[in-house]
């Protein structure tokens, strides 16, 4: 059994995107995490070298989404599910990025892409 760890909400200011403004001028994306792993050993011990430690998790997240832009929303959400699988722990994570200043030519609230990928 799979137990699910999620951490909604984080904010990033990055310079991702296609078009040279959004390189320069940048804008914010928020990141939603859903990890697969076991919780038992943590609970059993309560320590926290028995689990993922989120606070961490979100600082090295952060600093992937803020460096090294590309243009694509797909490549950051692939860099993001690398940083969380790279914890042997995780058996899979699925990424939420949310670009709500995505520079579209009407009204709406929102444009996500999520990505589940799976720890080999």
């Given at each position: 059994m799979t137990d699910e760890l999620t951490i909604t909400g984080v904010e990033c200011f990055a310079h991702h995107g296609v078009f040279e403004f959004e390189r320069?001028?940048?804008?914010t994306f928020v990141i939603?995490?859903?990890l697969g792993?076991?919780?038992a050993p943590a609970a059993a011990s309560d320590d926290l070298q028995d689990t993922v430690d989120y606070g961490s998790l979100v600082a090295r997240v952060k600093a992937?989404?803020?460096s090294d832009p590309v243009d694509l929303i797909e490549t950051v959400a692939q860099r993001i599910s690398d940083v969380c699988l790279a914890d042997g722990r995780v058996e899979w994570a699925r990424v939420t990025i949310?670009?709500?200043d995505a520079?579209?030519?009407a009204t709406f609230a929102d444009?996500?892409?999520t990505i589940t990928r799976n720890n080999p």
């Open positions: 320069r001028e940048g804008q939603d995490l859903t792993l076991d919780t992937a989404v803020e949310h670009k709500p520079p579209i030519e444009v996500t892409l």
